[in-house]
């Protein structure tokens, strides 16, 4: 291991996969948190806070699908997040986005270099922290976003090594955005709506790929992979090789999520709190360190297009729930997080109107 005095930390670019392989046996100061924003390893899942189990083969049996629509709607009312089994996605396919994610950020710096960007806007980008121009604590993850649907449209300006990237992680994407639909539908239905609401606008609208490396961290007490915050879209859907994603619940309190095999989560987003009109409430996560493991996760985010504005449904605004929401949009996150550091306010927190 090379002693801490020998080891040249960049400044312009502080990768975490990178400040690894360095062999530190400290987190630099620029990582370490102010004490009130540190995680708590120790805390353990509670039987009273395990996250509903969402079984998706019932949605096709009549008898049983109201049932699953109540269960799904219940998750969304007092979650935000939901498991989901038994999805008609194979477990092979989830393994070779998943090594091919691996791979990824196994690969020799200068090749991921070519990729990295500060432009939160950009259609393809490899990064770290969160927004490493505004952020005034960095966040120890290495990840690589990029724009998935429709794929023809996309997949060429993906990595081409490793060779396997654009194959394996297309495959996840198209089977990511075809069960997207059919989350959508069904929560729409919970929420009183027909299951086809706004399915051309979902089938047409924007998904991307968050591909995150969080890597063995010397002091995991002291950082965390990602800071609280909410996802902008109307949905995500998250795998991930081990522990490490925590939720908050509705006491403030917050509650490691298991990984177990052959399930996916499903976290509500920005817009679908907005569409709502706050029925359903985007869920706060975060993600902590681990000294002995590097997790793994892809977060397969799902919003409209770019500029299409998102407002809360007419069905359910009246004089019990008026509207407590302003027009949102993907363009709209986008041109907050460029401004502003998420650890101070999240996007959602501006568009509430009471």
């Known amino acids: 291991m090379a ?12 990768s975490a996969v990178i400040l690894t392989e360095m062999g530190l046996s400290h987190v630099p100061k620029r990582f370490i948190l102010p004490v009130s924003q540190r995680p708590n390893l120790n805390v353990k899942p509670s039987p009273n806070t395990s996250l509903p189990l969402v079984d998706l083969a019932l949605l096709h049996h009549n008898t ?16 935000g997040i939901f498991q989901v089994i038994n999805c008609g996605i194979p477990s092979s396919l989830i393994e070779g986005a998943m090594d091919a994610a691996s791979e990824f950020f196994n690969l020799p710096v200068e090749e991921k270099m070519p990729l990295m960007s500060d432009d939160v806007k950009k259609p393809v980008r490899y990064g770290t922290s969160l927004n490493h121009v ?11 976003k990029h724009y998935s649907h429709p794929l023809s449209k996309w997949v060429n300006s993906w990595p081409s090594n490793p060779p396997q990237y654009r194959e394996n992680m297309g ?23 027909m299951p086809k609401y706004l399915k051309d606008e979902m089938e047409e609208g924007m998904q991307v790929m968050a591909v995150n490396c969080y890597p063995t961290c010397p002091e995991p007490e002291l950082a965390l992979g990602i800071p609280p ?12 090789n081990c522990q490490g994603l925590q939720v908050k619940d509705r006491e403030g309190t917050w509650v490691p ?26 869920v706060v996560h ?57 650890t101070k306010k999240t996007f959602i927190e501006t568009v509430r109107l009471i």
């Open 229 to 240: 915050h909410t996802d902008y879209g109307c949905l995500t859907i998250l795998s991930q």
């Open 286 to 342: 975060r993600a902590t360190g681990n000294a002995e493991k590097r997790r793994i996760s892809i977060a397969s985010l799902h919003s409209f297009a770019m500029e299409k504005k998102v407002r809360p449904v007419p069905e359910l605004v009246d004089d019990q729930h008026p509207k407590a929401y302003g027009d949102i949009s993907f363009k709209d996150f986008l041109d907050f997080l460029s401004r502003h550091a998420i």
């Open 3 to 14: 002693e801490e005095k020998d080891v040249v930390v960049p400044t312009t670019f502080t």
């Open 257 to 282: 999520v298991p990984t177990v095999d052959g399930v996916l989560l499903v976290h509500v987003g920005d817009h679908l709190e907005v569409m709502s009109n706050g029925r359903y409430k985007s």
């Open 171 to 193: 495959k996840y994407a198209e089977a990511m955005h075809k069960l997207s639909i059919e989350l959508m539908g069904a929560i729409f239905e919970s929420l009183g709506l």
């Open 134 to 144: 505004e952020d005034t604590v960095y966040f120890w993850r290495d990840f690589l």
């Open 64 to 79: 049983l699908r109201s049932h699953v629509i109540d269960e799904i709607g219940l998750a969304c009312k007092e979650f």
